[in-house]
């Protein structure tokens, strides 16, 4: 009789890195389906723009802001996170 000081394939591993991979999956999927890009965004620029934008676009939507008033806000914030650093 063996004794193993590990399963010889470890159920919960396994599992997990079928539930990943399921998930991995799932995401891809969702991404390149998606019509458009607002999901993502405050994942893929620096969280300072991100939270003026998102701002902006909520002022915007309730008519205190145009669009160009926002996409100005927006390339402040840019130049502004740019600078800090430098």
């Given at each position: 009789?063996?004794?193993?000081?590990?399963?010889?394939?470890?159920p919960e591993k396994s599992y997990f890195e079928e539930a990943?991979?399921?998930?991995?999956?799932?995401?891809?999927?969702?991404?390149t389906s998606a019509e458009s890009m607002v999901p993502w965004f405050d994942m893929d620029v620096d969280v300072e723009i991100a939270d003026v934008y998102a701002a902006s676009v909520q002022?915007?939507?309730?008519?205190?802001?145009?669009?160009?008033?926002?996409?100005?806000?927006?390339?402040?914030?840019?130049?502004?996170?740019?600078?800090?650093a430098e």
């Open positions: 009789m063996k004794f193993f000081h590990r399963w010889p394939k470890e990943v991979k399921e998930f991995e999956a799932a995401a891809v999927q969702d991404i002022q915007m939507l309730g008519g205190t802001m145009t669009p160009q008033q926002v996409m100005k806000a927006v390339q402040k914030a840019a130049q502004q996170v740019k600078a800090s």
